[in-house]
């Protein structure tokens, strides 16, 4: 049989707001454009969404930049109430280096400016941070999925970083609901009879840069259905995915 | 309109040897599948069998491993020769740390062993290395299919590596042709009219992924078409996508 996955996005959401049912909202859009959500579909939605749906927006002008914020983004010619809301956002300093902060999140991630974020935001002076507990925001959606729609489906929340080595920022998965996070091919031979070594795979990024291609940067597509992917429907946790400090060998 | 991409695998493709006509037994392939090639996909091929067709087999009991590498390798528990072979492969040791050997290839890629991998391979003691000039190989697939098929289609050629700070590998493209690798949206403005900064996308990177959910690790599908997807048909090179080493915070 030939193995097919379908992407499509999902148009028409309203702009959200702090409090909006974005489950309901998803699954409205779904079924007037005619792809209503199915049995077994993953769900992929970028993290500026979610988090205006959960109030996670802060007004740049309130916030006092640290001396260290202050001195480094005048240095950089960056905003400083930016780099500040990004400090307060990590839990370590990675880099602060040539104009980049890249530091790791409280949830263990590593991006520039913490996903503090200003794209995508209506009105001036306005940014979105990445959601408290995404693998939390992931679940909410899923069980609003199944209560409009009756259906089970995988849910996968993204954002946009670059990558060392290597030029272009790709979709990752910041947060996950109803799907393993990592595909465990260990142990497992191959068609040749050699058992797999070094075979892990991360699906859910591979789910999150699929998703993308539907989505753009300038199309008010912030989400995507992934139709025909077999997925272990294991509880997953973003927590899985992130490296250990004593084995990663490029903090 | 709702955007909508598929990702089909190609399955059925015979073992192929060095000199095997690659783009002859794809475009077939997908012919016999009912999926025949169109005008404008996107052919996504692991770096496997196109390293099998360009004869870059290695047997690894004809290596003498270097001093360094007979060291090494005792030490961390890993084959001499491969390690050994990982070496030639490479311009410059990265990082060789707690049993990881991750180097820069020659093409300026950052991986495992430098690419050099023995999982998918016929026989014992045989391990393929990457493709000499990837982007190279992709053009001439590239070419083969239009002759095969009378399409122009956009050729990636992938491996699957591990990354920093996070578990799992995903897929990345090493060679395109018929396809600008990073898309470029800086200076275009949001849907709230704010100007984008830091938006350059490595889509040859998503696309790499997005093929890999229909091909496994254990099946027989070493290639998919990416139907759906707009891309621009500039020439593309792979060179855009290494990050210049002055630029870099974590080599």
């Known amino acids: 049989m030939t193995p097919e996955v379908r992407i499509i996005g999902i148009n028409g959401l309203p702009e959200v707001t702090p409090g909006s049912d974005l489950a ?8 007037a454009q005619g792809t209503p959500l199915q049995e077994g579909d993953v769900v992929v939605i970028t993290q500026k969404v979610v988090s205006k749906t959960e109030g996670r927006l802060v007004d740049l002008s309130t916030i006092t930049p640290s001396p260290l914020a202050e001195r480094w983004a005048a240095e950089q010619g960056r905003p400083a109430s930016l780099i500040e809301l990004a400090l307060r956002e ?6 602060m280096d040539r104009g980049v902060l890249l530091t790791e999140t ?3 991630f590593y991006c520039v400016n913490a996903g503090v974020d200003t794209s995508n935001v209506p009105g001036d002076g306005m940014a979105t941070l990445l959601p408290q507990d995404p693998d939390g925001s992931a679940r909410t959606v899923r069980k609003g999925l199944r209560k409009a729609t009756g259906h089970d489906v995988a849910v996968i929340i993204t954002d946009s970083w670059g990558r060392p080595w290597r030029e272009g920022i790709t979709n990752f998965a910041i947060g996950a609901a109803g799907i393993g996070v990592l595909r465990d091919y260990r142990g497992m031979e191959d068609p ?3 058992e797999l070594h070094a075979s892990v795979v991360a699906v ?4 999150a840069s699929a998703a993308e291609l539907v989505m753009g940067k300038l199309d008010r597509v912030p989400a995507a259905i992934v139709r025909g ?4 429907s294991t509880t997953g946790t973003m927590q899985d995915l992130v490296r250990p400090a004593e084995q990663d060998l490029y903090r």
Chains 1, 2 share one sequence.
């Open 229 to 232: 992917y077999e997925y272990s």
């Open 24 to 31: 309901g909202l998803l699954a409205e859009a779904a079924r």
């Open 204 to 207: 859910v990024d591979e789910l």
């Open 192 to 194: 040749y009879g050699h």
């Open 106 to 108: 409280h949830h263990g």
């Open 90 to 95: 990590s839990r370590r300093v990675s880099r």
